[in-house]
T-cell receptor, first 114, second 108 residues
């Protein structure tokens, strides 16, 4: 398996623009997680899905952030409009058994909002 | 409030110089403690899961232990390729909470 795939790897955009991050989880994994990593706050869970259904989005910072999982092999995280404070590395992860089992992380998307 | 604290923030070791990384936690309903390794520009890579006090797990030069309040990641005779950031995370009843990590550098 190729592991968790994320695109793009790097994104530079201007404040106010819409940003869409993409993730393909490992085939057969029922759980998908979106995280954000910054130097100040470390790795923070934004939202997670089970069988394509959003279960907990309490970590989503505000209404500018939204996430979808239209099928088992694809998820998006959208920021609209983007702000400089959204600059961070965004990781997608998936797990097989349940939400307490080991999570496999993608390589991340480094987002810079100017 | 659930919290995970890792120390030290950074650690420099000479090759072969053994040491330990600490992860202390306060969490309600601990369902597991995880150790991950993160290399620059990459996502975290799973190392260990510990579920109960007294449990230990080993992998090559790494050994993780767990008590009711903290976990240690012991590194025996480290090599330069062990240089990375080591992240600790605890699972409470709802979600995985990460510490900010220990950045380890091992010099030849």
């Amino acid at each position: 398996d190729a592991g968790v795939i994320q695109s793009p790897r790097h994104e530079v955009t201007e404040m106010g623009q819409e940003v869409t991050l993409r993730c393909k989880p490992i085939s057969g994994h029922d759980y998908l997680f979106w995280y954000r990593q910054t130097m100040m706050r470390g790795l923070e869970l934004l939202i997670y899905f089970n069988n394509n259904v959003p279960i907990d989005d309490s970590g989503m910072p505000e209404d500018r952030f939204s996430a979808k999982m239209p099928n088992a092999s694809f998820s998006t995280l959208k920021i609209q409009p983007s702000e400089p404070r959204d600059s961070a590395v965004y990781f997608c992860a998936s797990s097989l058994l349940d939400r307490t089992s080991e999570q496999f992380f993608g390589p991340g998307t480094r987002l810079t909002v100017l | 409030e659930d919290q995970v604290t890792q120390s030290p923030e950074a650690l420099r070791l000479q090759e072969g110089e053994s040491s330990s990384l600490n992860c202390s936690y306060t969490v309600s309903g601990l369902r597991g403690l995880f150790w991950y390794r993160q290399d620059p520009g990459k996502g975290p890579e799973f190392l260990f899961t510990l579920y109960s006090a007294g449990e230990e797990k080993e992998k090559e030069r790494l050994k993780a232990t767990l008590t009711k309040k903290e976990s240690f990641l012991h590194i025996t005779a480290p090599k330069p390729e062990d240089s990375a950031t080591y992240l600790c995370a605890v699972y409470n009843t709802d979600k995985l909470i990460f510490g900010t990590g220990t950045r380890l550098q091992v010099f030849p």
